[in-house]
């Protein structure tokens, strides 16, 4: 495939090479974040006892997984293409940003408050931003499918299930 | 024995109610429904469907969620059957023999030997399950928290040894499990532990939101990648109904296919996912003439299903005696029992003996329902398997977004959920599986606790664990386990099970 890293020089398996950086930064990033716990002894397991034991050992298959990389040879850290993940993640994020209003802190005790739209409103927003994540997306098509869905949802989550969720609070109120 | 009739009459009574079978039937009608969209395994659909049974009694939201959970699976084994993609990893058996039946105009009679090859697999694990629940209860009153935690060590073991590809990776994903599992308040002290302050995760990583997030919408993202190749079978189905010869072929099967995976099922540590692989190898092995399997064998179609089935649902053994689920379907059940109020373990049987025998009853009622439903329904089934992802993968997101926003109403869930799913499609693009550590991060919390309490009660020897007889012989167990998978032969074995 197109854009792959085969790896080069002494490292024979690149995407375990990731694989173990990641870990180990994930261990160390552990570790400072349960710095302040106490571990307590063996006898008195305290709060910090677990995450720095658990941290350590993330560390050494880390570790293991570079050592390995350098070793063996593994399969190449595939392309990666952008747009799906990111375009859903951004579709889900304005599902929970709008569906009932959200503040968004920002520093200097500022806060950015995104408006409540609710079921009617933030489905087919968050629809219609995944949509970018397809190539495949037909907009018109996507349009209709779009209130049905909403329809749907609104019968079964709200009519049926009767769900505590937002409908359109700019509307009916709640 | 009058125990045991006994208390299948009590399940029974429980079941049989109006509202039960109702919600039952919904369960397996929905179930299979999101079940048979291509791309969509069990974790998500249950996932996807939870909040449907927020509205009940716990006693009727279970047995409606077991209803979703066996419709998911057979959904998963319609797609499979027709579509050639499985939905997860126990269907990809399915695929190889059922799939070309398919080709070859037998679709109906591959979909119908599933069904009732899963239906005689359920009615024997059902009585399994009612036999074995009361002895397993008891034992697991003996366990102290030494014992609990050396079986939990086991259980993941077995996990790490079942786990697709290198085995250090299944390792390091159990791992960040338990590592997550720490996140959000400690038990004993109250401490924030790796929270940074944020509210919303001093209770812990919600379950929903990070299976929903490494399952669902990284599943979402991934299947993005790939441009749309579907083979969805075309022209007929087919009588539903195996002809007389195909009934004789799949009866030594389905036998064989149950008892494997019923067995395999009760190990705790995902055993039910060897289950299909193990029976479709038996059936391999035992054929007057092998070279027909892979070309559209129905035995190699009866078999796993079988075992599957079998599997799937022997495997609520350890869930519901032990309080330990043995792989990421079943954590997702703990989730959905502890929104409900019910922790599950061995006290759930004594405490609300109703619950526990209402849902093993419904389980057999679920099997018959989906062979009731499904046949007719099949003609659906194929409509919806042509549905294109470009409009599916929409309707998955909101849904999930529906789900995750509706288990406590906390839009930060849904966002936290985003993360999660950007987390677990890099760690699909890093070769690493997400169950061992969805399964690490159920296990966390209840291991930490007995592991604590152990060394309380020890004063700090950690001798403890082998000095206790049963916490010694899991232990050991667990040790062959690791001895044998790291066998270079039998890492050899592991990696055909698994292309075959």
């Known amino acids: ?174 | 024995m009058t125990d045991f009739l006994g208390n299948l009459a009590l399940g029974f009574s429980v079941a049989f109610s109006f509202n039960t079978l109702f919600l039952c039937l919904i369960g397996c009608l929905v179930g299979t429904l999101v079940g048979v969209l291509p791309g969509v395994g069990p974790i998500a659909t249950i996932a996807m469907l939870l909040p449907l049974t927020f509205k009940f009694d716990p006693v009727g939201a279970l047995i409606m969620l077991a209803g979703i959970y066996y419709g998911a699976q057979y959904g998963g084994s319609t797609t499979a059957i027709l579509v050639n993609i499985p939905g997860e990893a126990t269907a990809v058996v399915t695929t190889l023999d059922g799939h070309q039946m398919a080709r070859k105009g037998r679709a109906g009679a591959a979909l119908g030997i599933a069904a009732i090859g899963s239906f005689i697999a359920g009615t024997f694990a059902t009585l399994l399950i009612a036999a074995l629940g009361a002895p397993l209860s008891g034992l697991a009153l003996k366990f102290g928290p030494a014992e609990y935690f050396s079986l939990m060590v086991m259980g993941l073991v077995f996990a790490t040894v079942l786990a697709r590809g290198s085995i250090l990776k299944a390792v390091a994903m159990i791992l960040v499990g338990l590592l997550l599992s720490t996140v959000g308040q400690d038990l004993e002290t109250g401490a924030e532990r790796l929270t940074f302050g944020w509210q919303e995760i001093s209770d812990g990583v919600d379950f929903a939101v990070l299976a929903m997030g490494v399952f669902g919408f990284a599943e979402v993202m991934r299947n993005l990648e790939n441009p749309e190749a579907r083979d969805v079978v075309r022209g007929a189905i087919g009588s539903l109904l195996p002809n007389r010869e195909e009934f004789r072929r799949s009866i030594a099967p389905i036998a064989r296919g149950t008892l494997i995976g019923s067995i395999l099922g009760i190990l705790p540590g995902n055993g039910a996912l060897l289950g299909p692989f193990a029976s479709y190898t038996v059936e391999k092995k035992l054929a007057k003439d092998p070279s027909i399997f892979g070309k559209g064998a129905i035995e190699g179609v009866a078999g796993p299903e079988s075992a599957n089935n079998a599997g799937a649902q022997t495997s609520f053994i350890p869930l519901l005696t032990l309080g330990i689920p043995p792989n990421a379907v079943m954590a997702l059940m703990v989730g959905a029992m502890t929104i409900h109020g019910i922790i599950p373990g061995p006290q759930v049987m004594t405490k609300s003996p109703n619950l526990f025998w209402g849902m093993v009853a419904s389980m057999w009622i679920g099997n018959l329902m989906l062979l009731i439903i499904n046949l007719p329904l099949v003609g659906l089934w194929v409509k919806l398997l042509k549905v294109p992802y470009r409009l599916m993968f929409p309707a998955i997101m909101i849904f999930c977004c529906i789900g995750i926003y509706s288990i406590n109403n906390n839009p930060v869930e849904v966002m936290l959920t985003a993360f999660f799913g950007l987390v677990g499609y890099g760690f699909y693009k890093m070769g690493f599986e997400p169950a061992p550590l969805l399964l690490g991060f159920v296990l966390g919390k209840l291991m930490e606790e007995n592991l604590r309490r152990a060394m309380i009660i020890s004063r700090g020897d950690m001798l403890t664990f082998v000095e206790r007889p049963l916490s010694a012989a899991l232990l050991a167990v667990a040790a062959i386990l690791i001895i044998i998978a790291l066998m270079p032969a039998m890492n050899k074995k592991r990696d055909v099970v698994f292309t075959e």
């Not at chain 1, 990033?29 to 006892?49: E, I, K, Q, V």
């Open chain 1, 1 to 174: 495939m197109q854009g792959n890293w085969q790896g080069g020089g002494h490292i024979k398996a690149p995407q375990d090479l990731a694989a173990g950086v990641f870990l180990i930064a994930l261990a160390l990033f552990a570790l400072w974040a349960g710095s302040n716990l106490n571990p307590g002894t063996m006898r008195a397991m305290g709060p910090g006892m677990l995450p720095r034991a658990i941290a350590v050992l993330v560390g050494l298959c880390g570790i293991a997984l570079i050592v390995g990389s350098l070793k063996w040879d593994g399969p190449p850290i595939e392309r990666i293409p952008w747009r799906g993940p990111f375009f859903i993640a951004l579709g889900i994020v304005s599902f929970g940003l709008t569906i009932r209003g959200f503040r968004i802190p920002l520093p200097g005790g500022i806060g950015l408050t995104t408006p409540a739209l609710g079921l009617i409103g933030s489905g087919p927003l968050a629809i219609f931003i995944a949509g970018f994540a397809s190539p495949e997306t037909r907009w018109r098509e996507l349009a209709i499918f779009t209130a049905v869905m909403t329809t749907f949802c609104f019968l079964l989550f709200k009519v049926a299930l009767n769900l505590p969720i937002p409908l359109a609070p700019w509307l009916v109120g709640y």
